[in-house]
Structure formats: C-alpha cells, structure tokens
C-alpha cells in the first residue's frame, strides 16, 4: 500500500501494532547471563524446542544468538543479536548485546535502539563495574529499567543486601514483582506479588526445557514451604513497605525498577519476566529527531541504522545493516532516501534475523528491527525515511584507549588488506585512523578494548583472507582536535595526531603526563575530551 495517503484505518492499524511491541536489551556484566536468558525467553514463547544452557558455557551447545565462530569457541557474546517472535498479544524485539567490557562501543549502539532495558544482576555478585557503566547509558537515554536477579539457583548474597545496593547505586527504588522463596543456592519459587501465589519451579530436563510450575494460594504455601515462605513475605515486605500497588509511571519515569528472581539456566522465572515486559514495558512510540521533535509512529517511514554486520552468511560475503523502524510501515521494495547522502536506497532484500536463522519480511512496524542486505552504503546512525525528511540523533563514538597499527603479512594481498580493514571499520568493528606520515600501508586501529584487535585479526584472515600482524602503540589517551594540531605535534614525543576516518582529527598521548605538558605548552591547541555526548560527524 502506498503511504503517501495514509487512511483513518491504516493509521489505526499502525497505532495498534506500535502498541504490541515491546523492544528491549539485556544489559549485564560479562557472564552474568545474558545468552542464557535470550534462549530462555525464546524458549517460553515456544520459539526454540530446547535451551542449550547445561553447566556452564564451556559445555554448552551453540546459543541461537550467538553466531560467530570466536563466540562458539569462547562462549561470550561479541556481535549483537536481533531476535523477534510473538508472546501472547506482543511482539517482542529482543536486542541481545556484546557481553564483554571490550565491546561498549556496540552494545551502546544497541541501546539506542531500544525502549526498555532489562539489567541482568548475578546473585553472587551484585553490581559489577560493566553493569553500572551501562545503567549510566540507560540514564541518560532515559530508559526504564527491569531489574533480574539471576543465578539465584547457587549461593550468593543476600535478598535485602541486593535490594540495599540497587538503591544506594542507582537511586531506584526496588518494586518487587516476584520474590524468591528460598534463600540464594536454594530456589523455590517465587511469591508472585501481583497475583497474590506462590509459583514453585522444578527444573525439566537439566534446564533444557521449560520449568514445571505448580502454583499454590498463600495459604497453601505457608503450608508446604514453611519458614522460606515467611521469610520470603516478610522481606519482600520491607522492601515494598506496604504497598503492593505497582508503579507503572514511577518506573517509566526512571525512578523505579520492577524487580524479578530468576535462573535463567534452569528457567525458572522466566514466563514472569515475559509477563512483565508484555504487561508494563514501554511500548514503540514517538522518537525525538536530531532537534528533539518526536516524529508521530503513524507519521510516513522512518528509521536508523544502529548497527552493520558483515560475514554472517559465508556463502554469499553479505552485508546486513539493522534498522530500527520509528515511523510508518516499513514495506519490502520501498525505495527510501538516505538522510547522509540524500541518496536513495531500495530496499528490496529486507530479512528478519533470528541469530543464523533469516525469513524474509515483507512488513515491520515502529519498534521492529529489519535487516537490510547488501547495504554497502549504510553506515551506523544513518537515518532513513520515506516522504518527509527526518534525521535522528547520531549514534556517538566512545573514546578508544588501545591503538596498534596494522600491516599485510602478505603484499600481494594488499588489497584485500585495505578492503577488509575499511569493512570493518564501516561495521563499526574498529574505528580506522590515518596520516600521511604512516601512509595507507600501516593504518592505525583503535579499539575501547584490546579484544576487539582479536576480533578483526580474526575476521581478516577467515572473510577476507588479508592476514595481518598488529604492532602495539603506546597510546592510552585520545583527544578531539584540529588540523592545526598535526604540525604542532609533529615531533613532540609521546604524542600524534591522526585523521579518523569520519573526518575527526584525534591527538593520541602515552599517558595523562605527555597530555599535560602539550596542553601547557600549547595553550591555544584544541584538545577536547571524546564522550558519549561528541556525535560522530
């Protein structure tokens, strides 16, 4: 259907489905279990026949979110993972983000992506310093926040010492939705605040299918858990102090966290987070633009590019760009124009993508993500639109702090070398800086992390057959600056500065030292602090 006229029913029908979607991202630090939940999640809406979570990741069969092969080996999420399929009346769009600390730059990505957060809190561990940097991220995207304490199947801390420690360090206030009976390394079930039961789990099939849950009234309960079910109701009530009303607008408004128990690894727990992200999770509506306007969801096609991955099918080297749709009806074979360029750009081969798994998609709605293949000319925070021009926030860069220059071990492959370092660089992989001085045969990579160095070794020598050697700098610090700076630094030691490949010229110090000096003895150079708040160009 055209959407140059947009009738009463097909804006009614695009309000509707934007109401039945609820897109969201699982943050944590590194193992907290991330993989494992997306699969449990799958695995209650009736996606997945089993889970492959057994005991622990190095046992563990092949994730459905996680497809390279560096993830298989090392069982850790590195690329992001866009999963989708129907719970209930909901469409839920899963947005599974890189676990490791190394991998910041692509799971902020991710979050711009999305409406909802859902923060993954290992029982034994509290909040670890990758959680509490991604909970900054959320803040200031002012996104609501769900809050899963997981592994509660072994022994960890104590119920109310989490609770205590959710608030002191991120200022929300802890509203249970669940809470466990039994203490943590002893899960019971959970006393379901909302519907006033006690749900007991038995694992099924070591964890690899859904929990059987039995459900009892409190009375029933007192009587079959004894003291764990006291217990469980009497913390739970200090921490919601009397009031069992949910505070659906508190929790979107950033004040408050609903707060769930779960293993994910034995899957207990998760139908209730399901419930809860169908029940109270923000759904897909107005997106501010780049001046901070929303543009209305029935308003004619709009989207952005948050992330770009190649290599995902060896067979045919293809390039997949993920949009997030804002507005309108995304429709196969629309022909949209790429805000950037003013260029347009067919979209004729648009897939949903579920890990490895692709289906073709004909139609998507606010809050969907669409793969767009054989995008070669999208770049991470492109905006795209049908009719009336948009352009949404940039996604920004972080501030690398790990540089290393890279060579061809091959020179007849030098081509290779330079189109797959440039692919890379365009996926957001590596960020990609040159000089005259070093010349397109030893361009310099900076990465947030070093494992992001293995990462494009990796890719290099299996989907461009380009291997290559990396030669530490000893850089740590970066700085946005001018061209004017380039000859100024020339030859000052423990300093340089190099073109990003966005055109953003970036003075590298070894240390905060060498930085000091330079700014000292010259003053008039511009050196400003690369933030979350510094769009790319």
Same mark, same amino acid.
């Given at each position: ?18 109401? /039945? ?69 909901? +469409?839920?769009?899963? %947005? ?5 600390? !190394? ?6 990505? +991710? ?15 509290? %909040? ?25 199947? /072994? ?8 609770? !205590? ?38 694992? *099924? *099939? ?68 399901? !419930? ?10 107005? /997106? ?30 293809? &390039? +997949? ?13 629309? +022909? ?37 293949? *054989? ?124 073109? /990003? ?20 003895? &010259? ?15």
């Amino acid at each position: 259907m055209s959407q140059d006229v947009l009738t009463p029913a097909r804006i009614s029908e695009i309000h509707k489905e934007a109401g /039945r979607r609820r897109t969201f991202a699982v943050i944590s630090h590194p193992d907290a279990g991330k993989s494992t939940l997306t699969e449990a999640l799958a695995l209650h809406a009736k996606v997945i026949g089993t889970a492959g979570a057994s005991s622990g990741k190095a046992n563990r069969k092949e994730t459905v979110s996680d497809w390279m092969q560096m993830e298989k080996d090392r069982g850790i999420s590195i690329s992001s993972a866009a999963l989708q399929f129907s719970y209930r009346d909901t +469409v839920i769009n899963l %947005l599974d983000t890189p676990g490791h600390a !190394d991998f910041s730059e692509d799971t902020y990505r +991710v979050l711009a992506a999305v409406d909802c957060a859902v923060m993954l809190v290992d029982a034994a561990k509290g %909040l670890e310093t990758q959680t509490m940097k991604l909970f900054e991220v959320c803040k200031q995207r002012n996104l609501p926040i769900i809050t899963v304490i997981n592994k509660w199947d /072994r022994p960890g801390l104590d119920a109310l010492a989490l609770m !205590d420690e959710i608030t002191e360090r991120t200022g929300l206030q802890p509203m249970p939705l669940t809470w466990a009976v039994g203490i943590s390394g002893d899960f019971r079930g959970v006393w379901d605040l909302r519907n006033d039961r006690f749900a007991r789990f038995q694992r *099924n *099939n070591a964890g690899a299918q859904i929990a059987i849950t039995e459900y009892f009234t409190p009375e029933e309960a007192a009587e079959d858990q004894g003291s764990n079910w006291s217990d469980a109701v009497d913390e739970a009530g200090l921490v919601i102090e009397s009031n069992l009303d949910f505070d659906v607008e508190a929790f979107h408004g950033g004040k408050a966290t609903p707060i769930l128990f779960s293993s994910a690894a034995l899957n207990f727990g998760v139908k209730e987070l399901l !419930d809860a992200l169908v029940d109270f999770a923000p759904p897909a509506a107005p /997106r501010p633009d780049i001046d901070g306007k929303p543009r209305p969801v029935e308003s004619p096609f709009s989207g952005f590019v948050f992330k770009v991955q190649a290599g995902m099918n060896k067979a045919h080297r293809d &390039h +997949v760009a993920f949009i997030r749709v804002c507005s309108g009806v995304f429709e196969r074979g629309m +022909v949209v124009t790429q805000t950037r360029t003013g260029k347009s750009f067919a979209t004729k081969y648009a897939q949903q993508v579920f890990g490895r798994e692709r289906e073709v998609i004909d139609e998507a709605y606010p809050g969907d993500v669409v793969g767009l293949v *054989n995008a070669s000319s999208l770049r991470v925070g492109d905006s795209l639109f049908l009719e009336n021009p948009v352009e949404y926030p940039a996604i920004p860069l972080f501030a690398p702090e790990h540089f290393q220059v890279a060579r061809s071990k091959d020179p007849s492959k030098f081509k290779q070398f330079r189109r797959g370092i440039e692919q890379l660089e365009h996926e957001g992989v590596i960020q990609l800086l040159r000089s005259d001085l070093r010349g397109d045969q030893a361009p310099v990579l900076a990465a947030v992390g070093p494992m992001q160095f293995e990462v494009v070794e990796d890719r290099m020598a299996h989907d461009f057959s380009a291997p290559m050697r990396l030669e530490r700098l000893p850089y740590s610090l970066a700085r946005i600056s001018t061209a004017d700076a380039m000859p100024a630094l020339a030859n000052v030691p423990g300093a340089e500065v190099l073109l /990003r490949s966005d055109g953003e010229y970036l003075a590298l110090f070894n240390d905060v030292w060498a930085l000091r000096r330079i700014e000292k003895n &010259h003053p008039d150079l511009t050196l400003l602090p690369i933030g979350t708040h510094n769009p790319a160009k």
